[in-house]
């Protein structure tokens, strides 16, 4: 038996253009052709489980080799095989057809990439690496004769008899000049681990050493010696596979220190297992967060038959579980396709809901089984929850019963338990719930310790996400307002509509405002007298909720808000006119006294606001040790 044929493609010449196209992806041949032995075995197993084929399995391994001197790479299983007639029909025409569409495709198109992306190119992609390559098989079926094919990469092949003794198939890469750095065994060592680490048949790729214990020598200490083993690169059960009531704790943890050998133990985990209406496994892992979330972005590993395809999993994940870390494997996930057309997928769309209900599932059990660990988590987890509601309507309305608020004291509440804290004293007059927060409260000390003398409770919402997060409750939650604690006066903050009478004229009113203009000289700061209780600070310097909420949009990307960057900062000066300072002011003669006095009393209030700094600050100490000494 020999012949020779042309595979029909109408294009001549398709290689090198395909080759140009897709050289960022040319270490994919490696996987594809992996895979395919890992496929072929995988059938001969079944077939011998079924009792369809009943000679010796024997040895199941697929093995990879580099041979430097000769320059080839071989990939080598011990699965179905194929005769002559099916190389011809699996190999001339299936795998060849793939690469005949993507070129017709590409000759109208504009954008190779979008094409690109469409066509697993399976065997065909060997010859990205290689201008010749060989198939060496022997089908399983009995009588079966040993076929050899080669093609030396363009349309032409020859198929006549093969060698090959035992059955199965061996690929033989003759690797191209441009594509020697696929000799290097590390080279290849780097891409097995990367897609062929959790493949389900083992893979050999050379041998290893090892160190193992030899015994003791005279003083009894232990003995190691180096022994030469073969290098398995994959783990065939890996743990998302298995029933998660087979799996203990440690299982878990041990598999995510396979997946990130560096990181720190994860706080909790999901183990996905769907298969109707789609296919899907594997786990989900809520990482410590770090500050740095860009670097814990983009850990979720995509599989499919747990063969490694991507860790790009966008649209599959919803943004806001990005941060997650884990494993998915699912074959019903469009391989090699645009990101337009994932999107509009729709077993994604489903994946992606699924995802969404399970993670808001899994929060939902622990919050109610173990909430107390559940609070000491939130620090982490809330983010991807506060994330959650904002961004995804569904997962808003089940995280409202475990999305909790924590006060100054580090109290934590849910929302409705919140409301029900300070509904009786923390309503104003139009029957608006007031919640006060801090998001520094270190800075804003002076500040929560009169709201918590007044009887308020001060909630700390100090994370980069919270400004979003509480634009959003506001519209969601009826009648609330969220308020941070330094930007008003008090019963400017919670107006119960008592009000107070000012003890001053009108005249002496406007005097005193002049007073204060005039010491803080800067039009920025915006001075009104008020009648505020004998007892309330003299001077209290606010920045606005509306101001400074917008400027915190702003800065942490909240889009459309540019304006507001320009601006200079405003504040209000609130001077209260029933203290008894207002009164010595204007009683004092000379002009130097009062705004000597109202100096220090501005001063004093924009040090509880941390504003004084530099040269004011150096004045203020100045000024008031001397103070000290009259
Ligand atoms: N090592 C092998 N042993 C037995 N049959 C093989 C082997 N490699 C390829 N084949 C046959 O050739 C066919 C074509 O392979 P190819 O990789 O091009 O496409 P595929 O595996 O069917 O799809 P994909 O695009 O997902 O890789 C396979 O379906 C299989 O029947």
Redesign the pocket.
């Known amino acids: 038996m020999q012949e020779k044929g042309t595979i029909s493609i109408h294009t001549e010449n398709i290689f090198p253009i395909i080759k140009k196209f897709l050289y960022s992806d040319h270490e994919i041949f490696l996987r594809?052709?992996v895979?395919?032995?890992v496929?072929?075995t995988q059938?001969i197993k079944r077939l011998a489980s079924l009792g369809e084929y009943t000679g010796d399995l024997g040895e199941t391994r697929v093995e990879v080799e580099v041979n430097k001197k000769k320059k080839t790479i071989t990939?080598k299983?011990a699965?179905?095989?194929?005769t002559a007639e099916?190389i011809k029909k699996?190999?001339n025409q299936?795998?060849f057809s793939?690469a005949t569409e993507f070129v017709e495709k590409f000759k109208d198109a504009g954008d190779a990439k979008e094409i690109i992306g469409k066509f697993?190119?399976?065997?065909?992609s060997a010859f990205m690496v290689a201008g010749k390559v060989e198939i060496d098989?022997l089908s399983y079926q009995e009588g079966a004769e040993p076929a050899k094919w080669i093609c030396d990469g363009s349309t032409e092949f020859e198929i006549k008899e093969g060698k090959r003794k035992t059955r199965?198939?061996t690929?033989t890469l003759h690797v191209n000049e441009d594509s020697e750095e696929f000799l290097e065994e590390s080279r290849i060592q780097g891409i097995l681990d990367k897609y062929a680490k959790f493949l389900p048949i083992e893979v050999k790729f050379g041998e290893k050493e090892e160190s193992v214990e030899d015994g003791e020598d005279k003083e009894g200490k232990k003995k190691w010696k180096t022994v030469k083993k073969d290098n398995i690169i994959n783990n065939t059960a890996p743990i998302w596979t298995k029933s998660p009531s087979d799996l203990t704790d440690e299982d878990y943890l041990k598999f995510y220190k396979e997946l990130y050998p560096f990181s720190e133990d994860p706080l909790f985990w999901i183990h996905l297992n769907v298969d109707y209406p789609f296919e899907l496994t594997g786990i989900l892992y809520f990482p410590k967060l770090k500050n740095d979330f860009e670097m814990q972005k983009n850990k979720i590993q995509l599989y499919s038959r747990q063969v490694f395809i991507t860790d790009e999993v966008k649209d599959v994940v919803p943004e806001f579980l990005m941060l997650l870390h884990g494993i998915i494997d699912s074959p019903d996930i469009p391989l090699n396709v645009s990101r337009s057309y994932l999107q509009s997928d729709g077993n994604v769309k489903k994946i992606n809901t699924y995802i969404t209900k399970k993670v808001a599932d899994k929060l939902g059990e622990l919050f109610k089984k173990e909430r107390e660990s559940y609070e000491k988590k939130w620090d982490d987890i809330g983010l991807f929850v506060k994330y959650g509601m904002i961004s995804e309507e569904k997962f808003y309305e089940k995280a409202t019963d475990y999305a909790l608020v924590k006060n100054t004291e580090g109290k934590c509440f849910t929302l409705k338990e919140y409301e029900a804290q300070i509904e009786a004293n923390q309503t104003d007059k139009d029957g608006n719930k007031v919640w006060l927060y801090a998001n520094n409260p270190a800075k804003q000390d002076a500040f929560i310790s009169s709201a918590i003398d007044k009887g308020y409770d001060v909630l700390v919402f100090d994370s980069p996400i919270d400004s979003h997060f509480i634009n959003h409750m506001e519209s969601k939650l009826e009648k609330t307002q969220i308020k941070r604690v330094d930007s008003d006066n008090l019963n400017k903050l919670i107006d119960k509509d008592e009000k107070r009478e000012l003890v001053l004229s009108d005249e002496q009113k406007e005097s005193l405002k002049e007073v204060f203009s005039k010491s803080i000289g800067n039009e920025n700061f915006k001075v009104e007298v008020e009648a505020l209780s004998p007892s309330d600070a003299p001077v209290t310097i606010t920045m606005s909720e509306f101001m400074r909420r917008m400027k915190e949009m702003q800065a942490t990307g909240g889009g459309g808000f540019n304006m507001f960057g320009a601006m200079p900062d405003t504040y209000d000066v609130s001077v209260n006119g029933n203290h008894p300072l207002a009164d010595k002011i204007l009683k004092s003669e000379a002009d130097d006294a009062k705004q000597g006095l109202a100096k220090q009393a501005v001063d004093l209030a924009m040090l509880s606001q941390g504003l004084l700094e530099g040269k004011a600050l150096t004045d203020f100490i100045k000024r008031s040790t001397e103070l000290l000494g009259k």
């Open positions: 594809e052709l895979s395919n032995a496929d072929a059938k990939i299983d699965g179905i095989g194929m099916e699996y190999i299936i795998a793939g697993g190119l399976g065997f065909y098989s199965g198939t690929i």
